[in-house]
């Protein structure tokens, strides 16, 4: 099957299977999403959305966070997956959000990404879900989605796997992309046991191909 081909045929049926899709996150504003994000890495959403309500409702804005110590913000994530090291990354983060853009989150990627805990991933997140940036955010789900699927091929890097799909997928299309993969991996193409016999994408997935060869 063609490159392009196997795109089409993925896109077609997102579209048609799963015509929204959004963030799990749950937040009210770029502040709160930027913190839940950074918060989710290694560690799921739900845990993340059981945590920030206490988080959010000790630090509302970045304004009260930035004068918080790593210390006092580590009380509020303790149950997140490094958190340690993520309430470091939360005060620091904070500190210069409003010390250089005013408490405001920036909507440019390579500004984002000079804050404290926020990589390409994340600033692309944000770019995705609140401006709707035609940017391709590659986490775990998606890396590994693209490369079982086959519309990554050789890809070693969340990055290179970015390039792949921002090359093949109309740029419009990015922003909700980002979380048909996402989802799919999620509760579909699980990481240890992919649910191929609920799958709606086996004919043009590469993964189901080369396992179930007769």
Not at 50 to 56: E, Y
Request: aromatic share 8%.
């Amino acid at each position: 099957m063609r490159r392009e081909d196997r795109y089409k045929a993925v896109i077609d049926y997102f579209e048609k299977a799963m015509p929204v899709a959004e963030s799990e996150l749950d937040f009210e504003n770029p502040y709160q999403l930027l913190v839940a994000v950074i918060l989710s890495a290694q560690c799921t959403d739900k845990r993340v959305n059981l945590t920030t309500p206490a988080l959010f409702k000790a630090y509302p804005t970045p304004f009260e966070l930035a004068k918080a110590s790593a210390e006092e913000i580590y009380e509020y994530i303790r149950s997140i997956s490094y958190p340690n090291n993520k309430a470091k990354n939360l005060a620091a983060m904070a500190r210069m959000l409003v010390a250089e853009f005013g408490g405001e989150v920036p909507s440019d990627i390579e500004q984002m990404m000079r804050l404290p805990g926020v990589g390409r991933k994340t600033a692309n997140v944000m770019g995705a879900v609140i401006w709707n940036k035609e940017v391709m955010p590659v986490d775990t789900h998606v890396f590994r989605v693209s490369a079982r699927i086959g519309l990554s091929v050789g890809a070693k890097t969340p990055r290179a796997t970015e390039l792949q799909l921002e090359k093949y997928i109309p740029s419009h299309l990015l922003p909700i992309a980002h979380h048909w993969l996402i989802l799919h991996g999620r509760y579909t193409c699980l990481a240890r046991k992919p649910k191929c016999d609920e799958c709606g994408l086996t004919q043009w997935c590469n993964h189901y191909c080369a396992t179930h060869k007769k």
